[in-house]
């Protein structure tokens, strides 16, 4: 019988995949990636709770939300990336570095 | 207060001159271009002739008035109106203005008239006329006043013309200063007289009677009695500070000192107004002040022992003098001497009529010096004329007529009004023995001085150089008609006032009677001794003839040398006379050099104590502004550079978190999450 520790694990295995993608890939596009699969770890979680807690729909409410702000950030997102790549040429971000203090 | 009679016409004796004066001093110059000098002169003859026939117009309405409401009176505006105080500008003739306002515009107008002759050559000729019609606009404007106020500005304009006519010939350097001596002089008389009106004016608003007319003042002079002022009598402190005011414009000790100066105007102005009527001034006041000057016997003392110190002592200075005109100014100051002895012992009236035979027969003197002087091609000093008669005839008559009428020897108008004086001064309450010997050796003095001129002048041979001689002539018909007139009037003018003594009625007087009641009265006092009247006339008359024998003596059949008294004691006291008593040079050392030496000492206190101080002050400042500066520097530019470094030295070692790396963030935030859920699981 599948339980909520099983889905939890799954959320877990996604949330490493993703914190793993962010912190070493060094194309932007590719950390944009990463991000969408903290947020999808991270509506699994909800899905998760909201089935095996006391009911409801509070969960399903805030997944729908988050996929709707994931959608809203990689438009953002991506945007940003374009406004990069038309500036350096690249969109490496080792590359961009020009902030460095 | 008896009923005035207004009448519309009084204004136009005082505004026809200053019409004239404001014609030729604003446009002369263009005038004289285009129309020439006869226009200038008409402008300026016409409206005194005219205002002469105001006057007469003036005495003829007063004579038909009963003697007690003779009182004319010519309201124009008012003049300010401050609190209780209002000043009209208004025009009184009572009996003495009358008789003043004759004198000012008969012998003014007859010194206009010589002044066309007399000026024929100068080229500023309206500058002249224009003057001295503002002259007569400023002396009508002091006698017809009706109040303090309206008399004080005329009694300033006089002295204004005065020094802009003694000054004329301004390029010479001489001259333009002895305008401004006479003007300074003025100047400290005038001090007193405002101070003497301020008091009056003061004491009378506190008694509830705020007023300057004559008329007011003289209703409430009864008030005034009893009052005092920082412990002294206050009639006597007011009439005391009039009277300076009248020492300076009649050069009375010790302000006498410009006059004989003021020589160096022209002739005709000396005659005018260094003789017939401005310095006349100070006596008018007096006279027109007279209710208080009889409230005040201290004062009544002091004018009449003044006047006939005056009289004396301005009759020596004339004994040594050489300059024709300068005998003349001394001789004048002598005279208003004896007029202002009058005034000091309460004959008003007596006063007054001196001063009108005064100015007839001393301007026929001034003029006739005048003309003598223009004969002579501007030869002043008698000791280079002589034997003048023969060239001179209508000059040398005048003068010698005039001369009597000065020295005093009967019927001449000099001699009723002097003889009318020496009584007074004998025989009035206030007067005495003492003033009247002043007065009295005074006249033979006179009589000397006068006639020692005429000698020098007129008679004997002639010792001018063999050019001058060659060009004397007697003056133009518009010189000598002039002087005519002046002597007939020396001659005969005097029958106005023949004293009851001489079986007259003194109706001059009684003319007068109205403005001197009082005075009228006290030197009535001794009436009864006629005896000693007639000894006394006997005597002045004696002691005239004894001055023109010894100068006869002297200076034409020569049996007495005048060298013999110059020598007389080692010649110091001729010496000191021919000096003038060195009070000029007593006036340059005190007044002059002590005001030199004050500037000096102001000069230094200023440099040495006012400089320190504003030095000292700025050094102050300096050292003040330098400490300020270091604590600037290093205090505050310290905190403010601290303040940088430290934000240089943080902001340097926190710049390295900036990697500009997205993956180092990240692993920032990470490591900083995943700290923080260490931190809340122990």
Redesign the interface.
């Known amino acids: 019988m599948i339980g909520l520790p099983h889905y939890l694990v799954v959320s877990l295995i996604v949330f490493l995949l993703g ?1 793993y993608c ?5 194309n ?1 596009i590719g ?1 944009l990636m990463g991000v969408e699969l903290i947020l999808n770890s991270a509506n699994i979680n909800y899905i998760a709770f909201a089935r095996y807690s006391s009911g409801g729909y509070d969960g399903q409410v805030f997944a729908v939300f988050v996929i709707m702000l994931a959608a809203a950030e990689a438009t953002i997102g991506l945007a940003i990336v374009l406004g990069i790549y038309q500036t350096f040429q690249t969109i490496d ?2 590359a ?6 | 207060m008896h009923d005035t009679v207004t009448v519309e016409y009084l204004r136009w004796i005082v505004l026809l001159p200053l019409l004239g004066a404001v014609l030729n001093g604003v446009t002369g110059a263009a005038i004289q271009k285009a129309l020439g000098k006869r226009a200038i002169s008409v402008i300026a003859c016409a409206p005194v002739v005219l205002a002469f026939g105001l006057a007469v117009r003036a005495f003829v309405q007063l004579r038909a008035l009963a003697p007690e409401s003779r009182l004319l009176l010519d309201r124009l505006f008012t003049w300010m109106s401050v609190g209780g105080l209002h000043v009209d500008i208004a025009f009184q003739a009572d009996p003495l203005s009358a008789v003043m306002v004759l004198v000012v515009t008969g012998v003014g107008g007859l010194i206009h008239i010589y002044s066309i002759g007399y000026m024929h050559d100068e080229k500023s000729y309206w500058r002249y006329f224009g003057f001295l019609n503002l002259f007569t606009f400023a002396m009508l404007t002091l006698v017809l006043a009706d109040n303090l106020l309206l008399m004080f500005v005329g009694w300033e304009g006089v002295g204004l013309c005065s020094y802009a006519l003694i000054g004329f010939w301004y390029t010479d350097w001489d001259k333009a200063s002895a305008g401004s001596k006479a003007f300074i002089v003025n100047r400290v008389g005038d001090f007193g007289f405002m101070l003497g009106t301020f008091l009056l004016f003061w004491i009378l608003s506190g008694l509830g009677h705020p007023t300057l007319a004559f008329r007011e003042i003289g209703a409430q002079a009864h008030l005034l009695a009893g009052q005092t002022f920082a412990g002294m009598d206050a009639v006597t402190l007011i009439t005391l500070l009039m009277f300076v005011g009248a020492c300076g414009k009649s050069a009375q000790i010790p302000l006498y000192v410009w006059l004989p100066d003021a020589m160096a105007g022209p002739t005709p102005v000396s005659a005018l107004i260094h003789a017939a009527t401005m310095v006349t001034a100070g006596v008018y006041m007096i006279g027109r002040m007279n209710f208080l000057y009889s409230m005040a016997p201290t004062t009544l003392a002091v004018v009449a022992f003044g006047g006939a110190l005056t009289a004396l002592f301005a009759a020596t200075i004339g004994l040594a003098q050489n300059d024709i005109k300068r005998v003349l100014a001394y001789s004048t100051i002598s005279q208003l001497g004896y007029m202002f002895l009058a005034m000091g012992v309460g004959a008003y009236a007596a006063g007054i009529f001196h001063l009108m035979t005064h100015a007839f027969f001393k301007a026929c003197l001034f003029l006739g010096s005048g003309s003598v002087i223009h004969g002579m091609h501007g030869e002043q000093d008698m000791r280079r004329m002589g034997g003048l008669r023969r060239w001179m005839p209508y000059t040398y008559w005048t003068f010698l007529i005039s001369t009597v009428a000065i020295a005093g020897i009967p019927p001449t108008s000099g001699f009723f009004s002097k003889d009318e004086i020496l009584w007074k001064a004998f025989s009035s309450a206030h007067g005495g023995v003492v003033l009247w010997a002043m007065g009295f050796t005074g006249a033979g003095l006179t009589a000397f001085y006068m006639f020692r001129q005429v000698f020098m002048t007129f008679h004997g041979e002639c010792r001018a150089d063999h050019h001058t001689q060659e060009h004397i002539h007697e003056s133009p018909a518009v010189m000598t008609y002039p002087l005519v007139a002046l002597a007939v009037l020396a001659l005969v003018g005097g029958f106005v006032g023949v004293p009851a003594a001489l079986g007259g009625a003194n109706e001059f007087e009684q003319w007068l009677a109205p403005v001197f009641g009082h005075g009228h009265a006290a030197a009535h006092a001794g009436h009864h001794v006629e005896w000693s009247e007639y000894l006394l006339m006997g005597l002045s008359v004696a002691i005239a003839v004894t001055g023109i024998l010894v100068a006869r003596a002297m200076y034409l059949t020569k049996s007495l040398s005048p060298d013999s008294f110059a020598e007389l004691a080692h010649g110091k006291p001729y010496r000191v006379v021919y000096n003038k008593y060195y009070v000029d040079e007593l006036y340059e050392a005190v007044f002059v050099n002590g005001t030199l030496w004050l500037t000096r000492v102001a000069a230094w206190f200023d440099q040495h104590v006012i400089d320190g101080i504003v030095n000292g002050a700025a050094q102050v400042t300096t050292m003040v502004s330098w400490l300020n500066g270091l604590f600037d520097n290093y205090v505050i530019d310290g905190l403010v550079n601290g303040i940088a470094t430290v934000v240089n030295f943080v902001g340097g070692r926190v710049r390295r978190l900036q990697t500009g790396s997205i993956n180092a963030y990240l692993y920032v935030v990470v490591i900083a999450v995943v700290g923080v859920m260490i931190a809340r699981l122990f």
């Open positions: 914190l962010v912190l070493t890939r060094r932007a950390i971000v080792e961009t570095e020009t902030l460095r203090g």
